[in-house]
């Protein structure tokens, strides 16, 4: 779901079973291509993916092919592992071998729509309404649109119900209250929070719920507002209500520690409820991350793919290839697509009906409203100060510097200096 490499959302469509049902409209589906003249028919595209799992290869497979035949062309799907994705398209792209459909976790956007390969989504008439800002800026390269997300996800806390009645504990709405609720629901074996603070990208994506909400930015890593945030984690380690083990935990680790009864809350994603609701004995709930000060709204980063029309020789295969990007996006295959994947449609307007439907996704649903694109103010300088971030994060959790002195490092690393 989430390895070093690629962002949180790569949904664990494997641990779900059945078959998507989509629900596939003519107008909503073939419609939104628009002009430009074709020569010769085309009968099939080419899609590449990085969902290599069988079940999430098969279940990818079958909304391309239902898609492809809307736009009356057949779909030849084919996934790489996360890690050999960008290096196979930036490969692919100087040899002009691009595939004629492709995914792209949605921070790899920037790097590669610098590059020329892709094309605006608007040349096809593919419109973008009904987006939230953040969702729709993942797609977005110098203020054209070059890929859409059918659906997204991003972080919240999850806590064990019978955990938090039996110590008298109510849900933690603000960094004091989480503090308190962590501290007294600690016991022997069990620790009363739990975090993904490793050296990876998975580590700077759970901060930055915590960095941004508090004011911090990743432009700026070493200001009052990140030493603030990072100091609560710090805190929370120091005082024993949080495992200094966060430091080498990925976020199924961090799972892992939940389902045993061994941590009462965490932060992760919720392609985590499948596997949450196989546990009968499990009695969880989920609440946005808690906020500096009451009445804030948490930022939380977006994860997720988009979907974008390379460059290509052929107009006729991009606009086949349009016809299918908009068929993805269509609001009744975005429904279908976040209740089998346990994400959040794209649209504002299907999210909230999807709210209604799956109440379990209520958190999630809220903070993606105000939930933002890691590549939004650095674009492709993301990385190093992600980098940059995870470093910090070790170096203040271990004591080896103070969060000051662990961010102003950060800069440093953020900018190269």
């Not at 649109?145 to 849900?171: E, I, Q, R």
């Not at 992600?386 to 470093?391: E, F, N």
Request: one cysteine or more.
């Amino acid at each position: 779901m989430f390895s070093p490499a690629t962002p949180p959302a790569r949904r664990i469509a494997a641990l779900l079973t059945g078959t998507l049902t989509l629900v596939l409209a003519a107008t909503g589906c073939g419609a939104g291509t628009g002009g430009g003249s074709t020569t010769g028919k085309v009968t099939s595209i080419t899609a590449l993916d990085y969902y290599t799992d069988e079940h999430e290869h098969t279940q990818w497979g079958e909304v391309l092919t239902a898609c492809g035949k809307t736009a009356g062309v057949r779909v030849e799907q084919t996934s790489v592992p996360g890690a050999s994705l960008i290096p196979k398209v930036l490969q692919q792209a100087s040899s002009r071998t691009l595939p004629d459909l492709l995914m792209l976790d949605n921070p790899d956007l920037q790097q590669i729509a610098r590059t020329g390969a892709l094309t605006p989504l608007d040349q096809y008439g593919i419109g973008s309404s009904g987006f939230a800002k953040g969702i729709l800026s993942t797609g977005t390269y110098k203020g054209k649109v070059y890929g859409l997300a059918p659906d997204v996800s991003t972080v919240a806390l999850f806590y064990n119900k019978d955990m938090l009645s039996k110590a008298g504990v109510s849900v933690p709405r603000t960094w004091d209250e989480l503090k308190v609720a962590a501290a007294e629901l600690t016991r022997p074996g069990r620790y009363g929070m739990a975090v993904d603070a490793n050296a990876t990208f998975e580590g700077s994506w759970q901060f930055l719920p915590f960095l941004w909400s508090n004011g911090g930015d990743e432009k700026q890593l070493d200001t009052p507002q990140a030493a603030q945030a990072l100091q609560l984690w710090v805190d929370l380690v120091k005082s024993g209500s949080m495992s200094k083990s966060v430091l080498n935990w990925t976020q199924a680790d961090v799972h892992d520690q939940f389902v045993a009864g061994r941590t009462a809350m965490m932060i992760n994603g919720p392609w985590r409820i499948p596997a949450l609701d196989k546990d009968k004995n499990l009695h969880w709930g989920v609440a946005p991350i808690p906020v500096p000060r009451t009445g804030q709204t948490p930022v939380t980063p977006l994860g997720g793919e988009v979907w974008t029309v390379p460059q290509s020789a052929s107009r006729a295969r991009q606009e086949k290839a349009a016809q299918v990007l908009a068929c993805l996006n269509d609001s009744s295959n975005m429904l279908a697509l976040a209740k089998q994947h346990f994400t959040v449609p794209s649209r504002s307007a299907v999210a909230a009906q999807y709210a209604e439907q799956v109440p379990s996704m209520g958190a999630f649903v809220k903070s993606v409203e105000a939930a933002r694109a890691r590549t939004s103010e650095l674009g492709v300088k993301w990385p190093k100060a992600a980098t940059g971030i995870y470093t910090a994060i070790q170096s203040a959790l271990t004591g080896e510097q103070t969060p000051e002195e662990a961010l102003r490092h950060a800069q440093q690393i953020a900018t190269g200096n």
